[in-house]
């Protein structure tokens, strides 16, 4: 997530300086050229590895290693009050997940710009987060509610099944395995090798 993209979350007006000129979102990393001309780190490379190697606003010649990092408009802008993502500036009630006037539910948490990443990441129930069982292949996200994704688990996260190796529902799984063409035939097998091991019984308890 980059949380340098949306100015609108900022509680105050933010400053033109603390924009770049070039991506038009919050500066991240802020660097400068020798006349002082203030881009993200990441976008003065990208200009610099595929323009002319100069400043973008005075075209004075430069290198990245020319660069230097502004570290009182970094920490200005770590410190700047921003509220959530998810939130939104006309909420209208006090309760935990608040809403807005047009009753829709959004996230209340306020705090300082550097503290953002980690309630989002963390914290924030409106957030989407991805299932646990990722690794089999399942896409699903849903918002940070340990209930709707212990149901989701639970109901519809794709289990593998356990004959043709296919991704299959959990809730339809028995579905699956009742008309899966290997899984009949492993059955079959088993069947065979039980039979066969009842009738080799039998004929083993004749023998004196």
């Not at 933010?14 to 006349?35: A, I, W, Y």
């Not at 990441?121 to 299932?131: A, D, K």
């Not at 959990?170 to 039980?194: E, F, I, P, Q």
Request: glycine residues 4%.
């Amino acid at each position: 997530m980059n949380i340098f993209e949306n100015t609108s979350i900022f509680i105050d007006d933010l400053d033109e300086f603390c924009t770049c000129k070039l991506c038009l979102g919050v500066l991240n990393k802020p660097v400068q050229c020798k006349q002082g001309h203030i881009y993200c780190e990441s976008c003065f490379h990208r200009w610099l590895r595929t323009n002319k190697k100069s400043c973008p606003t005075c075209k004075e010649k430069i290198t990245m290693k020319a660069l230097s990092r502004n570290r009182h408009l970094e920490n200005i802008i770590s410190n700047l009050q921003v509220r959530c993502t998810h939130g939104d500036d006309k909420i209208v009630d006090e309760t935990k997940r608040r809403k807005t006037k047009n009753g829709d539910e959004c996230c209340d948490w306020k705090g300082k710009h550097s503290e953002l990443l980690n309630h989002l990441t963390n914290e924030c129930m409106f957030e989407l987060v991805s299932c646990p069982n990722r690794a089999i292949g399942c896409e699903t996200k849903l918002p940070r509610d340990p209930v709707a994704m212990e149901e989701h688990i639970r109901l519809t996260c794709p289990a593998v099944c356990p004959h043709c190796k296919q991704k299959v529902r959990v809730d339809r799984m028995k579905v699956h395995t009742a008309s899966c063409d290997y899984g009949r035939s492993s059955l079959s097998k088993r069947a065979m090798r039980s039979k066969m091991f009842e009738e080799r019984s039998e004929s083993t308890q004749g023998c004196v």
